[in-house]
């Protein structure tokens, strides 16, 4: 059974509509937030004219990537470094019927590694940065799990507040608190999307005050609420619109700024492909 080469899904997650394999086409896909596009690799012989698109796609349109069989990865395994360089949300594996239930499965999954895949995310958007700083990165997003002050941060990261925020400020990137913040959103925003809990509920459990605390806060930092969060899948366009408002006040250098305002990058960025996914969440097959 042949498949559409490349799909969008966007809310409310119903159907997987046919697209046609243009920028243009999948500059519009990325209007609408929680969506993704779905590239199917049955015929490998065009992976490079689909990578050409889906590399060079507007930040925040995730892409979810259903492997060709087996036989076609042995006999082409250019094609897995080609669907590496296109920085893919999640991998299914190829068969028949791909339910939209399926994708949408993948397509709201936490992150196995939110600093990494953050920082990941960073550098696919022209965000490069020292070995260094990258790790500093990361340890303030995996230290917002449990930190909710710049003291305390400052304290376990062995620095005082005003030399963490320099060397921040000296590579054009948002203050420290300002990446605390996006933390603690993201994960929030995951749990919305893999909950039914109440937002009161789970804003208490995430050490929220309330849940009038927690919306205001994400419409602040990124301009929408907990409501829409949850009906709009994905965290990539989340961190997307958080980047967004940061260049718009001044959070990020101008040159940092310009390239976010400029769209994604077809760079080669190194990084570890996701598990691959047979659709029921949980359910991960690391790839050989």
Request: net charge positive; glycine share 6%; proline share 8%.
């Amino acid at each position: 059974m042949s498949h559409p080469e490349l799909t969008l899904l966007s809310p409310p997650y119903d159907r997987l509509a046919p697209i046609e394999v243009t920028q243009d086409v999948v500059r519009r896909c990325a209007r609408s937030p929680g969506s993704a596009l779905l590239w199917n690799l049955e015929d490998v012989r065009r992976h490079q004219v689909v990578r050409e698109v889906v590399g060079a796609r507007p930040g925040g349109l995730a892409l979810v990537v259903v492997l060709p069989t087996p036989t076609d990865i042995e006999r082409l395994p250019e094609v897995v470094h080609a669907v590496q360089r296109c920085r893919p949300h999640g991998l299914m594996p190829r068969h028949d019927g791909i339910a939209v239930a399926d994708v949408a499965a993948v397509l709201r999954r936490p992150p196995l590694d939110l600093p990494s895949e953050v920082t990941d995310y960073l550098a696919w958007r022209g965000l490069v940065v020292d070995r260094d700083t990258t790790h500093l990165l990361r340890r303030i997003i995996e230290l917002s799990a449990e930190l909710r002050t710049i003291t305390a941060l400052s304290r376990s990261l062995y620095l005082s507040r005003r030399a963490l925020g320099r060397r921040l400020l000296t590579r054009g990137l948002p203050v420290p608190s300002h990446w605390l913040q996006l933390g603690r959103i993201l994960r929030v925003s995951t749990r919305l999307q893999n909950t039914e809990v109440s937002v009161s509920a789970l804003a208490y459990e995430e050490g929220y005050p309330d849940g009038f605390s927690l919306s205001n806060q994400m419409h602040r930092l990124i301009g929408v609420r907990p409501s829409q969060v949850r009906d709009h899948l994905g965290w990539e366009w989340i961190l997307e619109a958080w980047l967004r408002r940061e260049a718009e006040s001044g959070g990020l250098a101008p040159r940092a700024a310009d390239e976010i305002n400029a769209g994604a990058r077809t760079g080669t960025v190194p990084m570890i492909l996701p598990a691959v996914h047979r659709g029921r969440p949980g359910r991960r097959i690391s790839p050989t």
